[in-house]
DNA sequence: TGAATTGTTATCGT
DNA sequence: AACGATAACAATTC
């Protein structure tokens, strides 16, 4: 791996890009199996127990597998029923998933729970920082309350970008970062939608100007999907297979040139984020006595 | 060695 | 009171 602009590691995770290649890459393996028994080794990962997700899971049937914000969505269906039960996936900070067609086999580091098929094949979730967790439940709507719009749905529209902005006062990284409101973008893709669309971390959501919220809207979409072709990225062991990464423009480079004006790559924290900007590009808003700000810059991509 | 990471929860401030 | 910002936490790696 090369080393990445300011030094030391740089733990990736997975965002909305990376789960989404994970489910892709496991659907094919994983939809018509049946799960025949769940095996944990780390009791906390479980919700709301152990016990509860093996009565829930085994013996059920995969019947499609999806991605809701970043979680990896199991939709089960038991012998001769409709589907009517979810297992979900969150792989947090430092979760994987493995395959292991031959389970004697291979080296598999931090083996936190494995899931046996009907066809002989384990799924593996191997998980270093134990932060990653498995929930069951027989009401997808309810468990995926809390989590705001899809954005690369069809319903994440300008302007319903615009409503969510200025109907609070937040900062805008921050918010980028709330599940409750966009949900998928996590500390990587938020850096790189802001330098994107030429906006600075701290600039107030409701002051954003329509041109603004349009780049803001086009940026999360084109980096979204951008990251997505290119199967995500991979900073360090715990995602391994993306080929993002070269085409980062902040995340990761301070002290690099801005590939746009030249100027180097700050680093500076945001919400206890390292977070990474072009001090030019993403000019910080001028504070004017009555409240308002200007901005300028804004509204490339 | 301590900085780094996510999402939840608690707490502080306005 | 309601909202937003801040901090702590879980756990591990190098």
């Known amino acids: 791996m090369p080393p ?18 994970i489910v892709r890459a496991y659907r094919p393996r994983l939809v018509g199996r049946r799960l025949t028994a ?16 093996r009565r829930g899971v085994v013996g059920k049937r995969i019947v499609r597998l999806d991605r809701r914000a970043k979680y990896i969505v199991f939709t089960l ?25 031959d389970p004697e086999k291979g080296r598999h580091r931090h083996i936190r729970a494995w ?35 899809e954005p690369l749905e069809r319903a994440f529209t300008a302007a319903r970008l615009e409503h969510l902005l200025h109907t609070r006062a937040r900062q805008l990284k921050p ?22 669309a030429g906006l600075h971390p ?15 809207w086009r940026a999360i979409r084109a980096v979204l999907r951008k990251a997505i072709r290119h199967n995500g990225t991979s900073i360090d062991w715990i995602y391994p297979d993306g080929g993002m990464e070269p085409y980062l423009k902040v995340y990761g480079r301070a002290g690099t040139p801005c590939p746009v004006c030249g100027t180097a ?37």
Not at 132 to 142: E, G, H, M, P, Y
Not at 202 to 216: F, G, T
């Open 115 to 149: 899931f046996d098929l009907d066809d002989g094949n384990r799924l593996l979730l191997c998980d270093s920082r134990k932060f990653a967790r498995i929930s069951f439940t027989t009401d997808l709507n309810a468990a995926t309350a809390h989590l705001g719009i």
């Open 4 to 21: 990445l602009g300011g030094g030391g590691i740089i733990p990736a995770m997975p965002e909305l890009p990376e789960v989404e290649t």
């Open 175 to 196: 918010l980028l970062l709330d599940q409750s409101v966009v949900a998928g973008l996590g500390n990587i893709y938020a850096d790189e939608v802001l330098y994107a």
């Open 38 to 53: 769940y095996t944990s080794r780390w009791a906390k990962q479980a919700s709301p127990s152990v016990a509860a997700v």
């Open 202 to 216: 701290l600039a107030r959501s409701d002051e954003l100007s329509p041109a603004q919220v349009r780049a803001l």
């Open 265 to 301: 790559i700050e680093r500076l924290r945001v919400a206890q984020r390292s977070t990474h900007i072009c001090p030019r590009c993403q000019p910080r808003p001028v504070r004017l006595p009555g409240g308002r700000s200007r901005h300028r810059g804004g509204g490339r991509l």
């Open 77 to 101: 269906a038991g012998p001769g029923e409709l589907p009517q039960s979810w297992m979900l996936l969150h792989l947090r900070m430092s979760g994987r998933l493995e395959w292991a067609a």
